[in-house]
């Protein structure tokens, strides 16, 4: 079996654009509605030459009562079922409460997390990625999965860490 590797995170931080960038299809569902992927989605994936599986996550109506309690509750079933994770965080919003909660189911697990700061569709967007070395989860990879700015080393480090 391949490496699993769950890509968690809030609603609307652009986990979905991010896996189509890493697949490199548009398939998984990305809506301007957040919330629009339902449970947990498997992909095949490959960076040179080397395969795994990234499960995108997400389901969550936005407006529910409890929203950052139910996004880690999913977070954790994904996080148990990966050997490791791509915590997605949108810098250009900066650290929620929501994230937070991930954050603590991440800790506790004890797998390996690659932080990536999305939305970094420039440079002047740089700073507010350095911002997320707050988070305590080592070095935020700036990313614009929609434009595909830094994807490359992001993969590298995910590579790293499976
Ligand atoms: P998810 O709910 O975390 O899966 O987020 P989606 O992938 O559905 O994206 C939510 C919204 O953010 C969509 O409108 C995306 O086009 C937008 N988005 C995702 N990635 C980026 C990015 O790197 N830069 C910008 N500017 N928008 C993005
Ligand atoms: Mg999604």
Do not use: E, I, K
């Given at each position: 079996p391949l490496p699993v590797v769950a890509v968690v995170g809030?609603?609307?931080?652009g986990k979905s654009t991010l896996v189509n960038r890493i697949i490199g299809r548009r398939e998984a569902v990305v809506q301007?509605?957040?919330?629009?992927?339902?449970?947990r989605v498997s992909y095949d994936a490959d960076w040179n030459g080397k395969a795994f599986t990234l499960v995108d996550t997400g389901g969550w109506d936005?407006?529910?009562?409890?929203l950052a309690e139910r996004i880690a509750a999913q977070a954790e079933i994904a996080v148990s079922l990966a050997d490791a994770v791509l915590f997605v965080v949108d810098a250009t919003v900066g650290i929620t409460d929501a994230d937070e909660a991930v954050v603590r189911i991440l800790r506790k697990s004890g797998k390996p997390v690659v932080l990536v700061a999305n939305k970094?569709?420039?440079?002047?967007?740089e700073a507010e990625a350095a911002a997320l070395w707050n988070l305590g989860l080592g070095e935020p990879w700036p990313v614009?999965?929609?434009?595909?700015?830094g994807s490359g080393d992001m993969l590298d480090a995910i590579l790293a860490v499976l």
């Open positions: 809030r609603p609307n931080v301007d509605v957040p919330g629009v992927t339902r449970d936005p407006d529910a009562q409890g970094v569709d420039d440079m002047r967007t614009s999965a929609l434009h595909g700015r």
